[in-house]
């Protein structure tokens, strides 16, 4: 689920900070030495599988980094107070959770540049580990009650975080019903991509914006943004596993429906969905039968199209934004935000 391999210079913006303020909540909420904990600092990239300090420093991190850009668009740097960083920390740790889940389901040996968590210590493990980071995420955003937020705003952030963690279930279930299925239509794609990758993104904006002091329609204005974005930059991922050497081509193996495919077995001729659906509905795929899905999606338009709905996406956050009363400069960012997400 690593969108950009790359992010946008506003997000790389806010790591430093980020990355304090994660380090700062695990600290607080952990005192337990159960080696269970060392599982999830390795998921989080800070130390080894044998507990010496990582080699290298984590990835770019892009859900927490974009809610503290939200947080950042309601109130400039400095009068944010500590909610921001709390809120931050929840959104990454939700996301660090759902992808040690992920990563077992669709049987991924590397997360980012390490062997995964359950390739390392067992899928047993592995759910213990997804699930305790999704805990530490809502003890981050209870946390905001001790930063100086009313009840009220922290149950409305609570609120913000489960919502987003249920809708992305409802869409990994939706995407795993997909892979033996010759039915699916670009609009039951749509469906699936809001709920597992716009509903993350939308949490993460949401939590940013709520933290800052933002009224409800703010929120939800960041809200829709974020899924619109994450729908985006879904569709552009998918486009560079077939076009642009990204390493996920394990999803196309898996008979996982990204979005050209899915355009090309609903709008192609009926000889290009022959083609296609004798190498994708194979028993097994192997890797060389990518070549052959790329050679049937060239035909069809598939990529032009695919790009042209990501752009259209991520026009469509730009005009949830606009609304929201947001600086000139504060909408420049999302701009570049948005332009990047899309592959633009």
């Known amino acids: 689920m690593a969108y950009l391999a790359d992010l946008p210079q506003p997000l790389l913006d806010r790591q430093e900070v980020l990355e304090q303020a994660l380090r700062t909540h695990v600290k607080e909420a952990v005192a337990s030495e159960l080696p269970l904990y060392r599982m999830m600092e390795y998921q989080?990239?800070?130390?080894?599988?044998?507990?010496?300090?990582?080699?290298?420093?984590?990835?770019?991190?892009?859900?927490?980094?974009?809610?503290?850009?939200?947080?950042?668009?309601?109130?400039?740097?400095?009068?944010?107070?500590?909610?921001?960083?709390?809120?931050?920390?929840?959104?990454?740790?939700?996301?660090?959770?759902?992808?040690?889940?992920?990563?077992?389901?669709?049987?991924?040996?590397?997360?980012?540049?390490?062997?995964?968590?359950?390739?390392?210590?067992?899928?047993?493990?592995?759910?213990?580990?997804?699930?305790?980071?999704?805990?530490?995420?809502?003890?981050?955003?209870?946390?905001?009650?001790?930063?100086?937020?009313?009840?009220?705003?922290v149950l409305g952030a609570v609120a913000t975080l489960d919502s987003a963690a249920l809708r992305y279930y409802e869409g990994q279930y939706m995407e795993l019903t997909f892979q033996e299925r010759v039915d699916i239509t670009e609009a039951k794609y749509l469906e699936m991509a809001r709920a597992k990758h716009g509903s993350l993104v939308g949490g993460a904006a949401a939590l940013g914006a709520r933290a800052a002091g933002a009224t409800d329609a703010v929120a939800e204005a960041f809200a829709a943004a974020g899924e619109r974005l994450g729908v985006a930059a879904q569709i552009a991922a998918d486009v560079d596993i077939i076009w642009g050497g990204a390493p996920a081509a394990g999803m196309v193996l898996n008979k996982s429906k990204i979005y050209?495919?899915?355009?090309?077995?609903?709008?192609?001729?009926?000889?290009?969905?022959?083609?296609?659906?004798?190498?994708?509905?194979?028993?097994?795929?192997?890797?060389?039968?990518?070549?052959?899905?790329?050679?049937?999606?060239?035909?069809?338009?598939?990529?032009?199209?695919?790009?042209?709905?990501?752009?259209?996406?991520?026009?469509?956050?730009?005009?949830?934004?606009?609304?929201?009363?947001?600086?000139?400069?504060?909408?420049?960012r999302w701009q570049t935000i948005a332009r990047a997400l899309a592959g633009s």
């Open 44 to 153: 989080l990239g800070w130390i080894e599988r044998d507990g010496e300090p990582a080699v290298r420093a984590p990835a770019p991190r892009f859900h927490g980094a974009l809610c503290l850009e939200a947080a950042a668009s309601v109130a400039p740097d400095g009068e944010q107070g500590e909610s921001a960083g709390a809120a931050a920390a929840a959104a990454e740790l939700m996301f660090q959770s759902v992808q040690v889940h992920e990563d077992m389901q669709s049987a991924e040996m590397r997360a980012d540049d390490h062997p995964a968590v359950w390739w390392t210590w067992g899928p047993a493990q592995a759910i213990n580990v997804g699930d305790g980071l999704h805990a530490l995420a809502r003890l981050a955003v209870f946390s905001m009650g001790s930063r100086g937020e009313t009840p009220e705003r």
């Open 260 to 332: 050209p495919v899915v355009h090309a077995l609903e709008h192609g001729s009926i000889a290009q969905k022959r083609e296609l659906g004798t190498i994708y509905f194979k028993r097994v795929m192997e890797p060389s039968d990518i070549e052959g899905v790329r050679r049937v999606l060239d035909k069809t338009g598939a990529r032009e199209h695919a790009q042209a709905r990501a752009a259209e996406e991520a026009a469509a956050a730009i005009e949830q934004l606009e609304g929201a009363g947001l600086a000139a400069d504060a909408m420049d």
